[in-house]
């Protein structure tokens, strides 16, 4: 008979009451009894602390755990899965130590998430025994979240009277009664928080809307947004005091099953969250890498994901919030002990040395590849910009290719790599590489550092900006950040200004291009693709030099290196030999010099 919770500190006598608790057995049908209400009581008013018990419907006392002032941990149960349209068949009865009985927002968002058969919560007041119920009416509202009904404050003899096999029959019944329950129902109905900070380069109502933007994204539903100023973040909660009081009102009201902050939040920060709210709590980093782990697609993009998510997760295991909590996660997820968190992060750092060395394996065949491209003399060019800039779009115009272009953020996390011919025939390697992002955290980049190694190498670099966002001057500023992290800020970068049809005042583009190299095009319309190529092109020709060779027959050695060196433009075979048009890398030009033909 295991007790639940922190149980550090705790008397010998206390424990040995808790665990007294499991032989207390309540009748089939009654919510509880006066004796088990007593116990537990008693033993809140011992530890200034809640006391939770979980039944099932023959009225056997499954787990019992001891938590702090406000919360107590979710235990774990053996039992059949919980089905969407049923109750799941187990009760919760909980002290609260104040005395005010009143139903919480997290206890309210157990109740809804583990579809207990009902949730209570006891307390003494003038020598009394009261309580309050709440269960599930049976019924929709309007946006199809369920409904819940609560009874009480009453004492707990009224309590006992309430039929709950007659209850849980009656809301079971209207439970399954609603086939018309949606896959929308499943969605993440999410609120949005973020802190905006004196002196931001980036104004928060921008970074609130493009967290919608990721949060749409990922597959959630954004029912509300919520900003707050401060100066710097509260180092318990990230937030206010007040404002985290406020959220959990707006919670319980908008039905919300989820809270995503606008900045990466210390596994302390996200813990205490999740327990004053009781729901699950995610930061920015969290959530992109979720997106990212969705639109992985080759091997080594799901390796990346996975190692940045070990990466993310292990000084969290401390502290898992809700999967620990019995403010949500399903019943089936109690916490682990120390032991098992000391196996946790061995197998953690076992498969995070794992997957290193298959990306290190990968990087090392990837080298290959790129000496090989290297000897044949084919510039690389890589696209990079900020996320949905239309990086995607560009390449399949360019190249005729089909690789997944969306109007959504991260659409792109593979790298792809095209040939490209263009108008003067010289020939490239384009790649399309993962849009950044403002607050990109560094776990991030050093994650997918192996991908962005394609940046690293390239011998130009086609910065690619959406010109039509009002805040495109923040999102180049972050580009060039990610690309000094990345010690790749020292490349020749050309501007690309995409979405130029929609820039209605002329004036933008002067502004635009001061102090910076760049074009104006529109990847969706194809206006001024034709300039672009020109201008990649004669980005190269200032390094290389045309010539007309003619070359003997006898001397074949020399037209297979040129070809090696992939200088060949046009051929010819003359009486005397073969007549080659060229385009050579400056340093090249003196072993052919001979060959030359002079007009």
Known sequence: MQVNGDLANIKTYILEKLKALYDMQVPIGQISTRELNEEMLAITEDTDREVAVYLNRQGKVMQ??????????????????????????????????????????????????????????????????????????????EDGTQLLTQYGPAEDKILAQINLNLLVTVVNKKLAAQSTKSTDDEVERAILAGVERPGSSWPIEESMAELERLADTAGAKVVATFTQRKEKPDAAFFLGRGKVNELAMEIQNLEAT???????????????????????????????????????????????????????????????????????GGIGTRGPGETKLEVDRRRIYSKIHDI??????????????????????????????????????????LTGSKVFAEDKLFATLDPTTRHLQLPEK????LTDTVGFIQKLPHTLVKAFRATLEEVQEADLLLHVVDCSNENLEAQIEAVVAVLKELE??????????????????????????????????SAMTGENLDG??????????????????????????????????????????????????????LSEKDNFTKYELKE
């Open 356 to 397: 290193e060395e298959q990306i290190d394996g990968m990087k090392k065949s990837r080298s290959l590849h790129r000496k090989r491209r290297k000897e044949s003399q084919i510039p690389l060019v890589a696209l990079v910009g900020y996320t949905n800039a239309g990086k995607s779009t560009l390449l399949n115009k």
């Open 258 to 328: 989820l809270l995503i902050l606008d900045d990466e939040l210390t596994p302390s920060q996200q813990h205490n969250l999740e327990r004053m709210l009781g729901v699950k709590v995610i930061d920015r980093t969290a959530l992109i890498l979720d997106i990212f782990a969705q639109r992985a697609r080759s091997r080594e993009g799901k390796l990346q994901v996975e190692l940045a998510q070990l990466r993310y997760n292990l000084p969290r295991l401390s502290g898992q919030g809700l999967a620990l909590s019995r403010l949500g």
């Open 532 to 585: 672009l190529q020109r201008r990649i092109e004669g980005f190269f020709q200032e390094s290389q030099v045309r010539m007309t060779l003619l070359i003997p027959y006898d001397e074949g050695a020399a037209v297979t290196k040129l070809h090696k060196l992939n200088a060949v433009v046009e051929t010819a075979y003359e009486e005397t030999g073969t007549k080659v048009e060229v385009r050579l890398p």
């Open 426 to 429: 010289q020939e490239i390697l």
């Open 64 to 141: 019992v755990s001891l938590g702090d002032t406000a919360t107590v941990d979710l235990p774990e149960f053996k039992q059949k899965t919980r089905s969407d349209l049923r109750l799941s068949g187990i009760r919760c009865i909980h002290t609260h130590p104040s005395g005010d009985v009143r139903l919480s927002a997290p206890d309210l968002s157990s109740l809804r998430r583990l579809r207990f058969d009902c949730m209570a919560a006891i307390g003494r007041k003038d020598k009394k025994i009261i309580g309050c119920l709440a269960f599930f009416a049976g019924e929709m509202s």
């Open 488 to 521: 790749a800020d020292g490349k020749p970068v050309l501007y690309v200004f995409n979405k130029a049809d929609q820039l209605a005042n002329p004036h933008i583009r002067e502004q635009l291009l001061h102090g910076r190299d760049g074009v104006f095009i």
